[in-house]
């Protein structure tokens, strides 16, 4: 076959196919800003997420310390500082003296960083704001109602509610005096 210099040719014009138009990026900046709009609002902050989840670890710490109390017939006693991020577990030994937990999960500080105790009531004791209080946990669980208000340095607040005798802990959202 004969080349025929008549033929058509396919060229692509490569100055209109060379890359986005204005119209076309700003379109997608546009419905990137709106999906922004309405997902971002919804993402929780990481210090609500702080104080969430050391709400939830302290419940579930008191929780597990009172399971392990009663099966395992040792004592705990929790020392919480209010004011402070502090909490502290010991374990009590046969001879009454009180050494670090040999669980490890124990070991571990409830409270993430940038969340405060800011009061701690017992009923008999009254409202604790400074100090420590110091809850004692034994087979039959703690002795006293305990109530433990957490707070975020936004100013939001958790509650963490132990229920004597029988192992219930809760965790609201907010600052709750008595149970809601």
């Known amino acids: 076959m004969k080349n025929n210099s008549t033929s058509p040719v396919f060229k692509l014009n490569t ?38 989840i050391s709400a939830r670890t302290l419940a579930g710490t008191f929780k597990y310390i009172q399971e392990r109390a009663a099966t395992s017939r040792t004592e705990y006693y929790i020392a919480i500082y209010p004011g402070s991020d502090s909490v502290k ?54 002795r006293d109602f305990v109530t433990v208000h957490l707070r975020s340095e936004e100013g939001q607040a958790w509650t963490v509610m132990v229920f004597p005798a029988g192992g219930k802990v809760k965790a609201y959202e907010g600052y709750h005096e008595e149970p809601p």
Do not use: Y
């Open 89 to 142: 577990i010991s374990e009590l030994g046969a001879d009454g003296v009180s050494h670090e937990p040999s669980d490890p999960l124990l070991q571990k500080s409830p409270i993430k960083e940038r969340v405060t105790i800011s009061d701690v009531r017992i009923p008999r004791l009254g409202k604790a704001v400074d100090g420590q209080v110091r809850v004692d946990v034994g087979m039959g669980g703690v």
């Open 15 to 52: 100055e209109k196919n060379r890359g986005f138009t204005l119209i076309e990026i700003a379109i997608v900046l546009a419905i990137i800003g709106m999906m922004m709009l309405l997902i971002v609002p919804k993402l929780p902050s990481s210090e609500q997420e702080n104080l969430k």
